[in-house]
Each structure stands twice: as C-alpha cells, then as structure tokens.
C-alpha cells in the first residue's frame, strides 16, 4: 500500500483525498491515512468523515510514516512544509505557486534538490490536452520560430467592490496577491511555450481597497530572451473563461471552446487567405492525465516528473517582476 498525506485539507485537499480513497481513480494500492490542517472544524472533518489521522502541524504528520505528500496548504505555508518533505526523503505533489517569496521558493529547489526526492507542481495548464499539443508543434517546428504567445483567463468569482471577496483577495498575505496565486497559471504556461522572459510590462486595477495591494484584473505584456513576444492576462470577474494561442513563422495555433470539447485551430502560412482553418481534437492519440494521475505514476515508477519545482522558481521570478511593474509603471527587466 502507497500511503499518503494531505497537508492543508481544504476544498483542494477534500477533493484529492475522494479521487484516492473514495473514487479509487488511482488504483488501489494507494490511500491517503492522515491529514494536517491548521483548523480544528476540518480536522475533525477528516477524522469523522473519511476516518483519516488528523493533526495540527506538520512534523507530526510527516513522523506518521508516509509515502508521498499532497502539499495543498495556503500558499504561505507551502515553505516549510516542501523543505521538512524533503528533507524526510518524502516525495510531494505541491500547489502552486509553490512559495510567496523567492527565498522561500529557493529554499524548496535547494532542498529537494539536495534529497533528491520526486516532486512536482500542479500547473494544471500543462497537463491539459490543448495545451499539451500546442506544445507539441512548437518544439516539432510545426509552426516554425515563435513570434508570439498569449493565454487569458476569467476566474468566474466576482469582484471585491461587489462583494464577491475571494480569499486570495481578501488575505494577500497568504496567497501572494492574484498575480502570484492565479495568474501564474498562464505565466508559467507562455513561459513553457516561448521560454526565457527579457522584460514585463504589466498594468492592473482592483475594486478592493489599496491596502490590500491584491490585483484583480491584469494585463502584461512579455518580451522574451529568442525575441518572441507576447500577452498574458486574468480577471477574477464573474465571467469563466479560457483561451491561448501561438503564432510562429510557418504558423499559429489557437484554442476553439466547442460546447464542452475544446478543439485546436491551426493555420499555417501555406494556406489560403480565408481558408476554413485546420480543426484538431487535442485529446486524440493523447494518454490524458491530470497533475494528481501524473505525480501518482511517476512515484510508481521512479521518475521525475514533468514540472519541478525548479521551473516554478522561476515563473514566480515573472510574477514578481509583474508585480513590480504594476507597481512602479515602468517595463522592469528580469536578471539573470
């Protein structure tokens, strides 16, 4: 039996610990036995309810004799509880952003690093199927060089100003401001797709109030290192929605929400002007896995997974140079 821990048993929490040892999607030689939670009511939730080991800080749970961690905490606990994992020789899925400083996120490369041990981050992005095939014809050179990137997103939670106070909102300091808690979904992914960043320029507007400092609407535009180009934005809008979308020189990519199956459409420079473009269903020929099913395969099989936190160290860098540039109206450069 693979044996797991959940550490911050929340909503995300909840949800995995059913998918495991309710749904049994992951087999069954793999069950989550105890929990950490900062808060009594979830706590006793977990022990009456799913008949889980429950504690209150994490060195107890990781002394209960694990095989892997689900680190799914408020952002501003993710630090310690990824550095004490590794330094067990625990393996551990971690949510993103993995930390809200860099520091903290260096901490955890360094650490894990230094262990050696299995991890990944649960950039949902890079596991979708659509996303996955764009990724696909740009390192094929199907599209040729790429000249540009964007990806936006609508969270569908409402603003602030109406009432409408998300967490992430409402308690900047534990999720990092939206830039970092949310926006580093599609941040991560242009980054995937068009690599290095050279500059930011990033504008942002909030109905919450100032001393909050947590954005709820932004747009940044990027420049990066191969002379690409690029725009990511999010909103915590009422309004739910997603797309992305590549342009290279022999051509583009973009993604096409038909009904419930998203669909990709693809044109290349060969083709005729005003053609009907070329419809592809992303899924085909694609084994579909989610951050969970991945991290959960790799531990079976000892492998690394497909997003260290090594590359989540250096999209939160973006965000902060995001935040910073909202900050200051000013286009701010990313160091080396």
């Not at 002007?273 to 070329?278: A, I, T, V």
């Amino acid at each position: 039996m693979i044996k797991g821990g959940v550490f911050g048993f929340g909503g995300v929490g909840q949800n995995m610990t059913r998918q495991i040892n309710v749904s049994k999607w992951h087999g069954d030689d793999t069950r989550i036995v105890a929990v950490c939670n900062r808060g009594k009511p979830k706590r006793d939730l977990a022990e009456r309810e799913y008949n889980l080991a429950a504690y209150d800080n994490i060195d107890d749970l990781i002394a209960h004799g694990l095989d892997f961690m689900l680190i799914v905490s408020t952002s501003h606990a993710h630090r310690d509880a990824a550095v004490k994992c590794a330094r067990a020789g625990i393996p551990f899925l971690i949510e993103k952003p993995i930390a809200l400083t860099m520091a903290d996120a260096a901490d955890i490369v360094a650490e894990t690093e230094k262990a050696g041990v299995i991890n990944g981050v649960n950039y949902s992005m890079r596991y979708g199927p659509m996303y996955i095939r764009m990724k696909q014809m740009v390192d094929s050179g199907a599209l040729g060089k790429v000249l540009s990137v964007w990806a936006r997103t609508f969270r569908g939670h409402g603003f602030y100003g109406t009432g409408h106070r998300h967490r992430a909102i409402a308690e900047p300091e534990e999720s990092g401001g939206w830039i970092v808690h949310h926006m580093c979904h599609v941040v991560d992914f242009a980054i995937w797709i068009a690599g290095e960043v050279a500059e930011v320029y990033t504008l942002t507007l909030s109905t919450a109030p100032p001393e909050l400092d947590s954005e709820e609407i932004i747009y940044s535009t990027m420049k990066f290192k191969n002379g690409a180009i690029g725009t990511v934005s999010d909103q915590i809008r009422s309004l739910r929605d997603h797309s992305a979308g590549v342009i290279g020189d022999k051509g583009g990519c973009s993604e096409v929400n038909h009904g419930i199956k998203g669909l990709l459409k693809v044109n290349y420079e060969t083709d005729i002007e005003f053609r009907p473009p070329h419809v592809v269903d992303p899924t085909e020929g694609l084994v579909v896995e989610d951050g969970l099913k991945h991290f959960l395969r790799c531990l079976r099989e000892g492998a690394a997974t497909n997003v260290p936190v090594q590359e989540a160290l250096y999209s939160l860098k973006v965000c902060h140079a995001m935040r910073r540039s909202a900050h200051e109206g000013t286009p701010i450069r990313i160091e080396d």
